[in-house]
């Protein structure tokens, strides 16, 4: 049956394809998604601290660990936010930022970070606004499907995303591709793995050189929480510190959480 919110979103949903005839390209119609997402969040606090405050978690330069006796990260956070530590980059931009609780959560665990955001959905921009109103960050609403080179982006060291690109149906290259040209140095991933083939989307972006980077090295990260590998790290130079993916199964293949 769904609830409320749900229905509603269907309900928008299916008049907008009425009045312009064509059915949302994506996995939902962003202009509606606030609503069904607030209660996504909902559902993820039930077992998931989602918001962290000062003292919450602690980064050893290698392990992001629980302090206080408060419900863990959900492992897909956990493992974002570990990896962007270990990286260290100064800049950092999100893509597909939604409420911007990874924001928050990124400049509560390192103030330094100078922080970017974007998201298509004037709703979600809102409600990111709403729900962090003093976040120091850059926020701006920004369709990465866009064609690469014809919309603005901040120039980061890294870029992530976290549940976005497998949502997105029309034209996700494009949006691979406006990334990576954002970020000089690192792209995180965290994706249902199984929706695209991110591995092949991103050598074939590289090779086509719609990527403008001159090396590509692909790795991945296991969760330390879960023990399966759930990041993908792309990077400009090597990164020893991480497997290399050497064959997309490795991510495709494991049960993620996503
Ligand atoms: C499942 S939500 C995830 C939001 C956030 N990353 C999180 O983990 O809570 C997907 C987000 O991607 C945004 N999005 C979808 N297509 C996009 C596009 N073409 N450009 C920018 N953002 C997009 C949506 O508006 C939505 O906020």
């Known amino acids: ?43 993820i606090a039930r077992d998931h601290t989602l918001i962290l405050r000062e003292g919450d978690y602690a980064f050893d330069g290698e ?42 959560n990124l400049h509560v665990l390192n103030p330094r970070f100078r922080l970017h955001g974007v998201d298509v959905s004037d709703g979600q921009v809102a409600l990111l ?8 960050a850059w926020v701006e609403p920004r369709d990465l499907t866009a064609e690469p080179g014809s919309i603005e982006l901040p120039r980061v060291e890294a870029a992530f995303t976290q549940a976005v690109i497998m949502h997105i149906r029309e034209n996700h290259r494009n949006a691979l591709a406006n990334l990576f040209s954002a970020a000089t140095r690192w792209f995180v991933l ?22 403008p980077w001159k090396e590509l090295h692909v790795q991945y990260r296991e969760s330390s929480l879960l023990k399966i590998p759930l990041a993908m790290v792309v990077s400009a130079e090597p990164l020893p510190r991480y497997p290399v993916l050497t064959d997309y199964r490795i991510l495709r293949d494991v049960i993620a959480g996503i």
Request: aromatic share 12%.
């Open 1 to 43: 049956m769904g609830t409320a919110a749900d229905r509603l979103y269907h309900i928008r949903k299916f008049f907008k394809m009425l009045r312009t005839g064509r059915k949302a390209p994506d996995d939902y119609d962003w202009q509606f998604y606030s609503d069904i997402y607030r209660e996504g969040l909902d559902g």
């Open 63 to 104: 392990h992001l660990s629980l302090q206080r006796d408060i419900k863990p990260l959900h492992p897909n956070y956990h493992i974002t936010y570990e990896t962007l530590l270990q990286l260290s980059p100064e800049s950092i931009l999100e893509g597909g930022c939604g409420g911007g609780d990874h924001l928050h």
């Open 129 to 136: 606004r709403k729900r962090h109103p003093d976040l120091p």
């Open 190 to 211: 965290v994706e249902n793995w199984k929706r695209h083939d991110f591995l092949a989307d991103i050598r074939y972006l590289h090779r086509e050189g719609r990527i």
